[in-house]
Nanobody, 124 residues
Framework: QVQLVESGGGLVQAGGSLRLSCAAS????????MGWFRQNAGKEREFVAA????????FYADSVEGRFAISRDNAKNTMYLQMNSLKPEDTADYYC?????????????????WGQGTQVTVSS
């Protein structure tokens, strides 16, 4: 299995930027599709962005399309989420997740492994 640790969250003003990182250890990182999800208290965890195992294909939620960019560096066992033009509604705990290559990668149910999350707060 794979262990995931997120970092890079924090407090930022609306319009600002943050870059989240997700460091993976354990099994070969390139064996997994990777995704970012976010959650607020009392709400369901929602999909943000995903990237396939080799980084060729990406997929975004409509709410972040054009503002966020997902990427990965398989040599460094790390995935990133560059978040630009942040809005107060982007405030949430952000989680990275891994889906085995044999699974799909565009739905939450595909993801078997999860990090502990990193908090992002966007002030107005």
């Amino acid at each position: 299995q794979v262990q995931l640790v997120e970092s890079g969250g924090g407090l930022v003003q609306a319009g600002g930027s943050l870059r989240l990182s997700c460091a993976a250890s354990g099994r070969t990182f390139s064996s997994y599709h990777m995704g970012w999800f976010r959650q607020n208290a009392g709400k369901e965890r929602e999909f943000v962005a995903a990237i396939n195992w080799n980084g060729v294909s990406t997929f975004y939620a409509d709410s972040v399309e054009g503002r966020f960019a997902i990427s990965r560096d398989n040599a460094k066992n790390t995935m990133y989420l560059q978040m630009n033009s942040l809005k107060p509604e982007d405030t949430a705990d952000y989680y990275c997740a891994a889906a085995p290559k044999g699974n799909g990668w565009r739905t939450r149910s595909s993801y078997n492994y999860w990090g502990q999350g990193t908090q992002v707060t966007v002030s107005s």
